[in-house]
C-alpha cells in the first residue's frame, strides 16, 4: 500500500463551475476525514466517514459542498459552484479506528484548487 | 471545545542550535496529541504522538512530553539541521469528537547552516 491517494493534485476551474476530487485511503483503514488547508494556516476539518456512514459534517463549509463514500472505500469531495474563496488544498486522511481507540491520521499530498 | 495554540513563526535558527515549539491546548475529554510536519512541497506527515499524560513521544531527535497539568505538548530538538526546515503543526484528537484531529496554525522553522 502506497499510502493515502488524492486526485486530482491540482484543478484549475472558473468561478461557478463544479469540482469533483477524489481520496483513495489506505486500504484497512476504516475513518476517511476531509481538510481544508489555506495558505499560513493549519488544516480545517471538513466532515469524515466511518466506513461508508458520514459521522459528521457539520463543519462542511456550506450546502456546495458535499461528499460521500459509497463503498467505505474511497470517497469524492464535491464543491458545485465554485466561488474564489474556495481556493486552497484540499487534504483527504484516514486512520483506523474504534469507538476506544484512534490511531493517527496518514495524509494525502492534497488537491490544490484555483478558482479563476 | 477542542482547540490548539502554536506559538507563532516563523522561526529561524543555525545548524545545531536547540529547538523549542510551544504547544498548548484545550479539550473536551482525554485527547491524543500529535506533532505533524510538513517540508515543501509535500503533504502532511506525523512526526510523533503520545496518547497519555507524561507520555513522550520521540522521532527523528525531536521530542514532546504529553502534559496535562500545564496542557502542553512542546516540540523539542537538542540540535536542528538544515534539512528540519518545515511547518510543524501540533494536533489533538479526542474519541468524542469522533477522532477528528484539530489542528494549531503551524510554525514554519527555516536552519540555516
Known amino acids: 500500500d502506497t499510502g493515502v491517494s488524492q486526485n486530482p493534485r491540482h484543478k484549475i476551474t472558473k468561478r461557478g463551475q463544479n469540482v469533483t476530487f477524489r481520496c483513495d485511503p489506505i486500504?484497512?483503514?476504516?475513518?476517511l476525514y476531509w481538510y481544508r488547508q489555506t495558505l499560513g494556516q493549519g488544516p480545517e476539518f471538513l466532515t469524515y466517514?466511518?466506513?461508508?456512514?458520514?459521522?459528521?459534517k457539520s463543519r462542511l463549509l456550506s450546502d456546495r459542498f458535499s461528499a460521500e463514500r459509497p463503498k467505505g472505500s474511497f470517497s469524492t469531495l464535491e464543491i458545485q459552484r465554485t466561488e474564489q474563496g474556495d481556493s486552497a488544498m484540499y487534504l483527504c486522511?484516514?486512520?483506523?479506528?474504534?469507538?476506544?481507540?484512534?490511531?493517527?491520521?496518514?495524509f494525502g499530498q492534497g488537491t490544490r484548487l484555483t478558482v479563476v | 471545545g477542542n482547540s490548539v495554540t502554536q506559538m507563532e513563526g516563523p522561526v529561524t535558527l543555525s545548524e545545531e542550535a536547540f529547538l523549542t515549539i510551544n504547544c498548548t491546548y484545550t479539550?473536551?475529554?482525554?485527547?491524543?496529541l500529535f506533532w505533524y510536519v510538513q517540508y515543501p512541497g509535500e503533504g502532511l506527515q506525523l512526526l510523533l504522538k503520545?496518547?497519555?499524560?507524561?507520555d513522550k513521544g520521540s522521532n527523528k531527535g525531536f521530542e514532546a512530553t504529553y502534559r496535562k497539568e500545564t496542557t502542553s505538548f512542546h516540540l523539542e530538538k537538542g540540535s536542528v539541521q538544515v534539512s528540519d526546515s518545515a511547518v510543524y503543526f501540533c494536533?489533538?484528537?479526542?474519541?468524542?469528537?469522533?477522532?477528528?484531529?484539530?489542528f494549531g496554525t503551524g510554525t514554519s522553522l527555516t536552519v540555516i547552516p
Open positions: 486522511a484516514s486512520s483506523r479506528g474504534t469507538a476506544s481507540m484512534n490511531t493517527e491520521a496518514f
Open positions: 494536533a489533538l484528537s479526542t474519541r468524542n469528537t469522533g477522532n477528528q484531529f484539530y
Open positions: 503520545a496518547t497519555k499524560a507524561d
Open positions: 486500504s484497512e483503514h476504516n475513518r
Open positions: 479539550a473536551t475529554g482525554y485527547p491524543s
Open positions: 466517514f466511518q466506513n461508508e456512514a458520514q459521522l459528521e
